[in-house]
């Protein structure tokens, strides 16, 4: 079993920046790429990036350049570094294990002024 919790979550500015977690549990989550998502109201949701356990990382060309993601294995975290952030970037933020049915229960990010 593979338990995820999202953190970081709230209210920005735009042009701000915000630093989202996803802390995991079980070799599962030290093991395999981790991925971040995001859900806006009324839309689809949205794949931004992963990372895989070395490190190699992915991002969504919506987002690249603005986001980063990263990892600290000792601390079972991944990191969604968000900045400049923009209105449209408005969305639940979810963290997966990239390919596996684990999910957390998401983080509200709101960019507004």
């Known amino acids: 079993q593979v338990q995820l919790v999202e953190s970081g979550g709230g209210l920005v500015q735009p042009g701000g920046s915000l630093r989202l977690s996803c802390v995991g549990s079980?070799?599962?989550?030290?093991?395999?790429?981790i991925a971040w998502h995001r859900q806006a109201p009324g839309k689809e949701r949205e794949s931004i990036g992963y990372?895989?356990?070395?490190?190699?990382?992915t991002l969504a060309a919506s987002v690249k350049g603005r986001f980063t993601i990263s990892r600290d294995n000792a601390k079972n975290t991944v990191y969604l570094q968000m900045n400049s952030l923009k209105p449209e970037d408005t969305a639940v933020y979810y963290c997966n294990v990239l390919n596996m049915d684990y999910w957390g229960k998401g983080t509200l990010v709101t960019v507004s002024s």
């Open positions: 079980g070799s599962i989550f030290l093991f395999n790429a």
């Open positions: 990372i895989t356990s070395g490190g190699t990382t």
